[in-house]
């Protein structure tokens, strides 16, 4: 329902229908979102985006409540000394963690005093896993009431945005094994400042916007897929190898300098030195750099970042076809979500490349563009599906700057929060 954890305020109304034989699993009747503006800052300012969530909660959540339907009797019976019409909430759900502190816990407290007035439960959500079943919410508003929710565990989640990078096996509805995590920063990050280094000054002084990575994906590929121009290596030697260019500059794949061959191939991230690879390239350069040399460079550097998501999820999937990973169930879908899944190129690279390794039976799955970056009906679905499962938080809980999906991670990944309570109180956890 509310998600303040970076930049963006949140809010949003969710309906799940139970009754049999209809139409839709789900419904969103209430979905905004607005994003603080740090442009001045050439990034997310907390103190910018602390600010925008005090002036824009409260008043999208008057305009969410207005969406939520009427229940009880008709609006004259007020006059007639009968209850009149209400709108009920059933449950409240909260983004509890990961992110900025501050941030997160305006939409806590605002979140708390509407279960209180509502007298109804709250959940705080942790947001990567909300991110992992935004395609369940989707589908459940497809889809029939009777469905099984889809995709159904388990599966493969790749969670990428601008503070995570995550190759996850997603056993369960709380049970989310990290695969792959970065060793530095996380893809979204990377490409905001790559991109803040390629794109043309005055492109980046007149943006209002501070996700430039997108801005980059549309500099240079403003055609869509015409201009994408892409096919997988053939084999790990030209995944790793440099390709040459008609102004004669490299840039190196991802750990591809390491001295032990198999670094290459380990089930790690990291971004940081294609960031370092551009600023080295613009640091050297003392002449004007043409339009057509800045979209050369992003293209390589988007095909090597891309590529490199790609070589881990294939490593997993070889784990499981050959038995040397510790699963007991073959997975056949791929759920990309987070920010950075609503690069159309990086949709391509991921298809293109599991394709030609033999995976073309993995389904991927990308949600909405509406519904890739922070969100709150993905807050709300999630809210719903612990509900089912049992789950509320205690009014006693605060906000995680830090908190794992992993249950094997030192904090216990997500019930190993304090402060959840189970309807079936010997599963309580203070």
Not at 66 to 72: D, E, K, Q
Not at 148 to 173: D, Q
Not at 331 to 338: F, H, I, M, P
Request: charged share 20%; net charge neutral.
């Amino acid at each position: 329902m509310l998600n303040s954890c970076s930049d963006d305020t949140c809010v949003a109304i969710v309906q799940k229908h139970e009754a049999p034989r209809h139409s839709k699993s789900a419904e969103i009747l209430f979905h905004k979102i607005v994003t603080a503006d740090s442009s001045r800052f050439k990034g997310i300012h907390p103190l910018v985006a602390l600010a925008s969530h005090q002036e824009s909660l409260a008043k999208l959540l008057e305009d969410a409540l207005r969406s939520v339907p009427l229940t009880g009797g008709s609006s004259s019976d007020e006059s007639n000394g009968l209850a009149p019409q209400r709108r009920i909430l059933d449950l409240v759900t909260v983004t509890r963690g990961p992110g900025m502190r501050s941030n997160l816990s305006t939409g806590i407290d605002m979140a708390k005093g509407i279960a209180i007035s509502f007298q109804v439960p709250l959940i705080g959500i942790n947001h990567m896993q909300a991110h992992a079943l935004t395609p369940r919410l989707v589908a459940a508003m497809e889809n029939p009431s009777h469905t099984p929710k889809e995709p159904a565990f388990p599966f493969l989640s790749l969670l990428v945005s601008g503070g995570n990078t995550l190759l996850v096996y997603s056993r369960e509805l709380t049970g989310h094994e990290i695969l792959a995590s970065t060793l530095d920063i996380a893809l979204g990050d990377a490409l905001d400042k790559i991109a803040r280094a390629i794109l043309p000054k005055e492109m980046v002084e007149r943006s209002c916007k501070t996700n430039y990575g997108a801005m980059l994906e549309e500099f240079v590929f403003p055609n869509g897929y015409p201009d994408y121009q892409y096919a997988p290596p053939r084999n790990w030697r030209e995944g790793t190898c440099t390709r040459a260019n008609m102004w004669g500059w490299v840039i190196g794949a991802p750990l591809a300098k390491s001295e032990v061959r198999l670094k290459t191939k380990a089930m790690e991230f990291s971004f940081s030195g294609l960031e370092s690879s551009v600023k080295r390239f613009f640091a050297k350069r003392t002449g004007l750099t043409t339009i057509e040399e800045r979209t050369e460079l992003a293209r390589e550097v988007m095909r090597l970042a891309f590529e490199h998501l790609a070589s881990r999820v294939v490593s997993t999937l070889e784990g499981l076809r050959y038995r040397t990973a510790p699963k007991t169930a073959l997975v056949n879908t791929l759920v990309v979500a987070g920010g950075v899944a609503s690069n159309k190129f990086l949709r391509f690279v991921l298809r293109e490349y599991l394709n030609f390794n033999g995976y073309e039976r993995i389904r991927l799955i990308f949600p909405p563009l509406s519904l890739c970056t922070d969100n709150a009906a993905m807050i709300a679905w999630t809210g719903i599906e612990m509900y089912e499962a049992g789950w509320e938080s205690e009014l006693s809980f605060k906000a995680l700057r830090k908190w794992s999906i992993d249950p094997a991670a030192d904090d216990g990944g997500i019930l190993g929060a304090a402060h959840w309570k189970h309807r079936d109180a010997q599963h309580n956890i203070h």
